[in-house]
């Protein structure tokens, strides 16, 4: 810019070394750059590259916990299935209705139909609120946030099997990933 309004390359070198010195004046002194100080003021928060560059970035796959649900075949009798689920651990129960569809079941659902004398009843029968929403290990936890509260767990998938559970992840899940995270 000197160049440019004086038309004269022998201020290039006083001016960029004066610029040097009052860049390190000004991070010695002042920690927040003078632009984001004025737009906090305005109420303006513009998150710097800097700052983007340290946040971590979580993924499903650091938050998911294995082996930690019950999968159930669509056929099985709900007889055999309550059997099955006594003296198991509160885990959730999910099913595979087909190929790429997920759903979750309820236990006092299971009881109350497996009661029935008649033992008719399968895995399948079951209504459900609707299929899961699927995610896979290497998404983001951030987009991932937004169904995490609207079911009680999420089932991780194999992007190239899904009909593969990895795991599966709910909302306590999630915040403890990034609560580990911001205190590392």
């Known amino acids: 810019m000197v160049i440019e309004v004086s038309g004269n390359y022998s201020a290039a070198v006083p001016v960029m070394v004066s610029s040097l010195i009052a860049y390190f004046i000004s991070r010695r002194f002042q920690n927040v750059p003078l632009f984001d100080m004025l737009s906090r003021q305005d109420g303006l928060i513009l998150p710097s590259i800097e700052e983007r560059r340290e946040q971590v970035s979580l993924v499903v796959e650091d938050a998911m916990k294995i ?38 079941l309820s236990r006092e659902e299971i009881e109350h139909l497996a009661a029935d004398p008649l033992n008719t009843h399968t895995a399948g029968d079951i209504a459900s609120k609707g299929p899961l929403p699927m995610i896979f290990p290497e998404e983001s936890l951030e987009e991932v946030l937004r169904w995490a509260g609207d079911w009680a767990v999420l089932p991780v998938v194999n992007r190239g099997d899904t009909g593969k559970l990895e795991g599966v992840l709910s909302l306590p899940d999630i915040l403890h990933a990034f609560r580990q995270a911001a205190s590392e």
């Open 67 to 104: 082996d930690s649900s019950i999968v159930v075949d669509p056929t099985e009798t709900l007889a055999t299935l309550a059997a099955r689920l006594n003296g198991q651990p509160e885990m959730p129960i999910l099913v595979r209705p087909r190929v790429g569809e997920w759903r979750l």
